[in-house]
């Protein structure tokens, strides 16, 4: 309840700060009997991982994650398992500059309020380096959720500033560096990126998530709905400022009888409701769309204060993302992936 | 915890069916010693009770609260605070030839599938008339904030269907049936209703609310966000199929330089961020959008199947609002209410 | 979250004060389909039920329970159900004398210095009556466990004051109004009870629980085992200063060749764990006993002070029950179900 | 809600197993602005070690605590504080030959038909050693209770086996390896354990603790008691088979003219309350006493059966404590600390 755990009975609990020891968490709830690897949780940091291209943040961070407990003999025991990444690159100088000032748009100014103390190395605990964790816990959820449902969950990159990204094949999203479904649209994306690199300055991003095979009955009725959740963890994303599901905001303008999506024995004719009714899945695919804001640590000077409240300059330098929505798409689907598996924990105690 | 409670100092649990004996929720946390009568909430439940224009549901429901508990002369006792809300208009033969079908788009399908048992009357508990308890609990944290930190909470209606209504002044708000903040447009809302109605048809909308002279410091880093609990009650209310929160999906194609909100000495000189800088109230207004889908209670004929998989064909009569975001505005700023009072009490616990 | 909810999957919000309009409770996590009824609930309540013999508070209350939400056609629907008692005995004149004043090992010293108000009607939410929505929600776990598991709860009392009560029969405890599982013993208990009355005082006693056929393995390894939730719903009953499990505290002098229960492949050769071992349960009969204060409100004058520190006389008049213990049994058994209930629910979600 | 957290605003998530790569936990909640080292932990942790005389396990473990996050420049920041032990002494061939046999009175029989799968190394999660991060959890909180209100805690063993340890001073507890508050018994104590180890038998113990200088007001009506706490945690400790506060069980044969502490505005004059009326803190000592059971590691030959059901006889070599109570005070004394600094926590947050 002190804010840093997700999940009720797949409860993780996220611990660290950017430049301190080290990250990880605690999930708590894995059932027991489970194979589980570093490996299998290491593939799903790879893809969240920075330095992998030019359009990321340079930090060299290897994201390396180690098992603490709740396995043995390689397969999960039902008890706490707690992973551990260690904090490698900490060139924490770069951020000496700011640590008196408020980056407009930032958390800096939030956090000095509110605890009257801040870890300014890297942003502290308000770095984006704070969801690998998420994702690591999300690697357990979906393998779980693939086993033993067949649950899939995917995600891509919809719109990066002004270039939207139509969708051509899942196939391609691994092929690029921006998770975009689309082959055609990537040197685009990349001209579009370099350009901004010179500018120094960031920008917005559209990430879409689709869960495919959830069970039917996930989320409660009143308050703990399933659409509740999701919108939840992902507005609770760094940078995250919309939060959509099916239709998404394009319901103000249609009319019920467009929106409805009819059924036949053979199944739903449309998916308007993205896959969720009453707050409970229906068995079509979860559809979700997040916005996702510029970054706030850019090279163009800015007006701010600093913790006197004295006007200041602030310029951010250092390593940082250009488009934190280029790395969103992992993280969006982990999230997606603890929201379910905790709802499919639940739907199973009452059955 | 088992999905009908919200809040974790300020909790509210909600019960009732739509045509059930009564509807109510039990307000558990609420400070001592604050004065609270049955009118200070009867005067938030009016403002979303049903049959006050042509224009929503005509099911005539008084809507009257009544408190059973924590209140001692005049005062609440710091005990839990038992609302009851008795269901009088319970037309229940409006509701018989839908029981054993799914109307498209409505909860009817996932209900039955979850539970394996609904209770069709007037929508059981996926009803909107559930919400009437959460305005009422949100009544006493408007309250309670208004008195102790001056908390102003107050929403409109921006956009009807395809009719976008410019904010002109809050004063206008509660001039007509629709919380517009804006005069003019009202004779044009009222004939697209008009016509909407003969047509048997329904439509979307979407809701502004807005937070003043919230302190700064409310929200925790990582997973209890104050965007991510706000989030989570808003995707939670009826209806809703998507969130945004300051620049919402705006921020997709802006730069870090235009939308991170520089500040000065005087204050921010913009509010992109909407009060909220990584996941902490920032002390700025907080404002948030809602896409309120087109109700699937509707007259219009349309596919779909019954409990043993057959085609039908539904068709929705009784008594049903024809744009549930007409009604939306008081839930709303309740839900905000209900989350910023939550995130008070913490932010006392560990000051 | 805010002190008055019980469980987590199976969920009772708690409300009301002696004397205020209506006592109840909110439960939330109910299965469904099961056939529930008023008198399933009403039956636990009526061997709770004040009035019942010259031993017991005299007051009056039918303690009529009515079921308003989360049944549909005679069964519940998974959603929350709420149940409602009104207060009918309300002779609150004879607590005005005690108004400002503090008994002795009475919870209005406490409550006038944590709330700064207090409802003093019958000890307002401090009464023993507030236990009456507790074994009505362990009336409807009680019968979901037996009809799914075939758990059987039952309780006793083993000692009132200096008398002993051998245990004889289970078949006893319902002839005779103090739960006693010995006919032998009963004229004993009556004439001290008699003698106390007479002296205006009030005595301790001794509650025995016991649950059969409990599923093996209910229960976590750390913080969140069976006992600890056991200790923790016996120890909040009022009253209660001890709880102990299997040997209890007769433990201390024992070896562990000794208490350490033996196993067979026919089962275990005793039973001084009282059916739990790590925290989770054996499969074993689980067996706890309470230890139960005598109560504060008795005729004979104590010192104390009152609101304003100034030193008083406090004898307490009206309605008493001269030993709360006699009443216990019912209320120790709703709370093991309670506790039961929910930890089979949630080992139900990780199968 | 997974099972391995403690506490609602201060939460402490326990992970790891007694011969797996570490143990640890995860603090949630703590206030900013805290001065904090290792060190403060390290002494806490000391106490608790394993092989610091001949009368418990000699395993050696050096129990040392390393700070992974929520400090910055010595101080705590307001965000998670994870504490990291790394097992270093791992024997685990010891073990070897109980792997597929349960010992009778341990927990290898739950854990097995719980889980399906145990991890057998030293115990595993059932080890005493996972009470390690609890000691080191409650080291923060008793410095913060101390700094912010003076609260005092403190423990001693009050009874091993048949000898009673009279109360003679705190002074003399840090003086002799059983935590006895009296040097004249010690002699007595060190002849009984060396003739029980000789036997290869374990025994019992009786553990005080106290709390001085608890602020007035800390525990909620209904449920989230402070007893109700208290007793949760105790009983949640490994071994415990009881819990008493105040007069305990003595209170069964108390009247209510001497159990009720008589007030003076001079304070009580007594404290059979144990410092808790009505479940709320009275300002007073709050006093409790635990009943710790017999390790059921011991070398005596014991009938048992194994995974496949069969009989087997059990004999456990190894480095066990032959009295697990005797190590049981410090970690009695952090899981008091727990229980109140979190119920701190929640009263200022209504203040």
């Known amino acids: 309840m002190s804010g840093s755990s997700l999940g009720k009975l797949f409860t993780v609990s996220n611990f660290g700060e950017s430049h301190g020891t080290a990250i990880g968490c605690v999930i708590d709830g894995c059932p027991a009997g489970m194979v589980l690897t570093e490996a299998d949780i290491q593939f799903e940091l790879d893809r969240r991982k920075p330095g992998t291209s030019r359009h990321v943040t340079q930090r060299r961070e290897p994201d390396t994650v180690q098992i603490l407990s709740g396995i043995y ?6 008890t706490p398992i707690a992973l551990l ?7 924490s100088k770069d951020y000496s500059n700011i640590s008196d000032s408020f980056r407009p748009g930032h958390a800096d100014f939030t956090y000095w309020n509110k605890f009257g103390i801040r870890d300014p190395r890297g942003g ?3 770095s984006a380096r704070l969801t690998a964790p998420t994702v690591a816990a999300g690697a357990v959820a979906k393998k779980w959720l693939k086993e033993r449902y067949g649950v899939q969950i995917r995600g891509y990159m919809s719109q990066l500033g002004p270039i939207e990204i139509p969708f051509e094949s899942w196939d391609e999203v691994g092929n690029n ?3 975009a479904p689309n082959a055609t649209v990537i040197p685009e994306l990349e001209a579009y990126m370099d350009a901004l690199r010179k500018e120094g300055d960031s920008i917005g991003a559209r ?3 689709v869960a495919e095979n959830v069970p039917i009955g996930l989320g409660e009725p009143i308050y703990d709905r399933l659409d ?4 939840y963890v992902m507005m609770g994303l760094n940078a995250v400022k919309g939060v959509s599901i099916g239709a998404g905001f394009n319901c103000i303008t249609q009319k019920g009888s467009e929106h409805g999506d009819e059924i036949t024995p053979d199944g739903f004719l449309s998916n308007h409701a993205g896959g969720i009714l009453g ?8 559809t979700v769309s997040l916005a996702i804001k510029p970054t706030s640590s850019i090279r163009i000077e800015r007006q701010s204060i600093n913790t006197k409240g004295e006007p200041v300059t602030v310029q951010t330098l250092g390593r940082h993302d250009p488009c934190v929505g280029i790395r969103a798409t992992p993280i969006a689907e982990a999230l997606l992936a603890l929201v379910l598996m905790d709802h499919v924990l639940i739907q199973q105690a009452y059955k």
């Open 124 to 126: 502290g605990r308000s």
């Open 177 to 179: 560096p921006f998770f």
């Open 228 to 231: 509740a959740d999701i919108a």
């Open 73 to 78: 003999e390689g397969k999960t025991t039902g």
């Open 279 to 286: 707050g409970i899945s229906s068995g079509q695919d979860i």
């Open 207 to 209: 990430i879409e998530v």
């Open 85 to 91: 990444i260690q904090n490698e690159d900490q060139r």
